[in-house]
């Protein structure tokens, strides 16, 4: 008999009476010398149901192995539940054991464990509520982004996950080398010699996929990556992971404000999405978790984003009267605190902050006509600060070469980038999302190694 998904059963796809077979992990066994009550779950759904032993049926010695943690394949008769909080359970004929988890040593005996625990046994965390409700929900964003870009005709783009460019300037970036580390092949005036590394060059993990992503969007008008990304970033913050994904579309004949339009539009579908297609993942984490959470991502898809210049935000913060741990003024990068003061505090709405300063943002912004500002747009969340990233690009070649002189950046290393703006130039207007992060929001955790099965921070990749 074929295997039913214990999410089929409780959402009522099968009539009671029929005989059906569950496969899944253990979650809990409890009873008395008569009736046996397994709650299982095989991740389809936070739920578990109910499946009732009879125990002179089966014999006590043969249950003793079902404890929480192992995992069994049940068939049996599908009927209305008795209990509460439940529409149906299985009255078993037949149980096969898979595998047993020894009540002494399997970590996940009880409820409760901390989160910095779970950290430590990434391998099994999958099996908790918790984690089963993260990963379900990661998937349902990633699915109901690509729905978005697709419905939109924006076409998948694969950049490269190894580069040859470090000109990005979006952080420190992992080198990627065949050389003997203990014999590095070196030129005559000492330096390394990487015409004998296996690209004949220097290369990296990618930072960023965007420079690539302008190519095709100049050419096919709108795509959008979604794959990894690496900074080699020290920074131990609950926002920061070395190895991140990042969705980044890039639309030719858009302006910023086309670019504003679409982040917007865009942010509020896929949380609408999962509100509408997660509703007991997200139950769960607003009760466990963090009680403000549904009503917070309610908010987001029905307000109006705030859009506001980059000098108006830092007046706002000058004149707020509030000491932030890192003192701000005009030409200084907000830090997550400034960032959340503006959208928690002053506007209680997500933002879209525009025109920042050109000397703390990247070479390819747009330069606006008062020399000083740049056309960046980055967009604030509530309890995350700084969600997406982006700007119109600087289409005119001339501008462009100048910007990479000031800042001694090569034109060399980037020919190929420049030649967009000297063969069939156009307008165009591009974003990064940072996936973790717009997970962060949607789950309500608070901690990005918890959004991510196996992240990867400085001196942690066990798993
Ligand atoms: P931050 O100021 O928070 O370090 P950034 O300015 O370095 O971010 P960008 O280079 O603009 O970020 O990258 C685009 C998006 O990628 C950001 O808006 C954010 O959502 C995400 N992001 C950046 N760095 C990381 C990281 N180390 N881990 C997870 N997500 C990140
Ligand atoms: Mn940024």
Redesign the pocket.
């Given at each position: 008999m074929e295997r039913i998904k214990i999410k089929d059963l409780l959402e009522n796809k099968i009539e009671p009476g029929k005989e059906v077979v569950v496969m899944g992990w253990v979650r809990t066994r409890r009873g008395n010398k008569n009736v046996s009550f397994i709650a299982l779950n095989d991740g389809s759904t936070i739920n578990t149901i109910q499946i009732v032993a009879d125990v002179p049926l089966f014999g006590e010695e043969a249950l003793k192995p079902v404890t929480t943690g192992s995992c069994i394949s049940v068939s049996g008769i599908l009927v209305a539940s008795q209990g509460q909080g439940q529409s149906v359970e299985i009255q078993a004929k037949k149980l096969e054991i898979f595998g047993t988890a020894d009540v002494d040593t399997y970590p996940l005996q009880k409820k409760g464990h901390t989160l910095e625990f779970l950290r430590e046994i990434a391998h099994l965390r999958p099996r908790t509520n918790t984690f089963g409700a993260v990963l379900r929900l990661r998937h349902a964003l990633a699915f109901s982004i690509h729905k978005y870009f697709n419905e939109k005709g924006f076409f998948y783009l694969h950049t490269p996950i190894i580069t040859g460019s470090d000109c990005e300037g979006?952080?420190a970036m992992f080198h990627v080398t065949t050389f003997d580390l203990n014999n590095i092949p070196k030129k005559e005036d000492g330096s390394i010699n990487y015409m004998e590394d296996f690209f004949g060059k220097e290369t990296n993990l990618t930072?960023?996929g965007q420079l690539e992503g302008e190519l095709a969007a100049l050419a096919l008008s709108e795509i959008y990556t979604f794959g990894p990304t690496f900074?080699a970033?020290n920074?131990n913050t609950p926002?920061?992971?070395?190895e991140?994904w990042?969705i980044e579309p890039e639309m030719a004949f858009y302006d910023i404000h086309d670019n504003m339009n679409l982040s917007e539009e865009f942010l509020k579908y896929i949380i609408r999405y999962a509100l509408e297609n997660c509703k007991d993942d997200l139950d769960f984490l607003n009760k466990m978790y963090d009680n403000e959470l549904v009503e917070r991502l309610k908010f987001v898809v029905e307000n109006e984003f705030v859009r506001l210049d980059y000098t108006e935000g830092i007046d706002i913060l000058l004149k707020s009267g509030k000491t932030f741990e890192f003192p701000i003024q005009w030409g200084s990068?907000l830090q997550?605190e400034h960032e959340r003061y503006l959208v928690e505090q002053h506007f209680k709405k997500p933002v879209i902050l525009t025109n920042y300063p050109r000397e703390i943002k990247a070479f390819y912004m747009k330069q606006n006509d008062d020399g000083k500002t740049v056309r960046a747009m980055?967009v604030l969340f509530p309890k995350i600060?700084?969600?997406?990233?982006g700007s119109q690009r600087e289409e005119n070649l001339e501008k462009l070469k100048s910007r990479i002189a000031e800042m001694c950046i090569p034109e060399k290393d980037i020919w190929w980038y420049l030649d967009t703006r000297k063969f069939g130039t156009a307008p165009h207007s591009g974003f990064?999302?940072?996936f973790?992060?717009l997970v962060l929001f949607v789950t309500g955790m608070a901690n990005?190694r918890d959004v991510i099965p196996f992240p990867r921070t400085p001196k942690n990749a066990e798993f």
């Open positions: 979006a952080g930072v960023s900074r970033e920074s926002r920061h992971l070395a991140f990042m990068d997550a980055d600060g700084e969600i997406i990233g990064g999302l940072g973790e992060r990005i």
